[in-house]
Every structure is written in structure tokens, then in C-alpha cells.
């Protein structure tokens, strides 16, 4: 979902304001081009190419392999890194980055 999308910042006075993170054409699958950021917000990589894919398409994927679902899990940032990378901290902990799928495969596989 994230490469489909990216945070609506603003100057503050202790450096970028992240306010909401904004998600377009979220069903267009494929190629997409993203920045990177450093720890401070600033860009630092311009144009990496990854591929969105929806959800319900990983899902199903899965499901059509014989997996069985045993958990999904959206990690959140550990308060020990509020310090230290607060930039960091912040964003992640309003969206999360990755999923985490814990997958079996089915025995009719």
C-alpha cells in the first residue's frame, strides 16, 4: 500500500511536520517510482522503482498455493527509538510499513 503513497509534509521549527499520508490509485498494480528518506526527513534517493500490488492480490495468491493463514501482523515502532529517531518514530507509528504474514502450507498442497 505505501509505494502508492506518500506523507503531505510541512516546514516546522524543528524541521518536517508530517500531517497525513495520502494513498493514490491504490488498485493500479505495477511499477511505481518512489524517494527515500533519510532518519531527518530530508530526500536522499530520488526514483526507486518497486511494485505495488493490492492486498487482496498477495492474499490470494497465497490461498490459491495452498497456504493456510495463521496470523497477520502490522508491526509498530518500538518506543525506544522515539529518542533516537523520532522522524522515524513518528511516521511509523501512524502507518504501518510492512505486513507480516505467517503462512502454512495447507496439506492438500
Do not use: N
Not at 511499477?31 to 531527518?40: A, F, I, N, P, S
Not at 495468491?61 to 533516537?84: H, N
Not at 511509523?92 to 505486513?99: K, T, V
Amino acid at each position: 500500500m505505501k509505494d502508492r503513497g506518500g506523507w503531505y509534509k510541512v516546514p516546522g521549527p524543528q524541521g518536517w511536520e508530517y500531517r497525513h499520508y495520502v494513498v493514490d490509485d491504490y488498485f493500479v498494480e505495477g511499477e511505481c517510482l518512489k524517494d527515500r528518506e533519510d532518519r531527518h526527513g530530508e530526500v536522499r534517493i530520488q526514483g526507486i522503482r518497486t511494485h505495488h500490488r493490492t492486498l487482496s492480490r498477495y492474499f490470494e495468491e497465497f490461498i490459491g498455493q495452498g497456504f493456510l493463514m495463521r496470523r497477520v501482523l502490522e508491526p509498530e515502532p518500538d518506543e525506544l527509538i522515539a529518542e533516537r529517531d523520532p522522524v522515524i518514530f513518528d511516521k511509523s507509528s501512524r502507518i504501518p510499513y510492512f505486513l507480516v504474514m505467517v503462512l502454512e502450507r495447507g496439506r492438500d498442497a
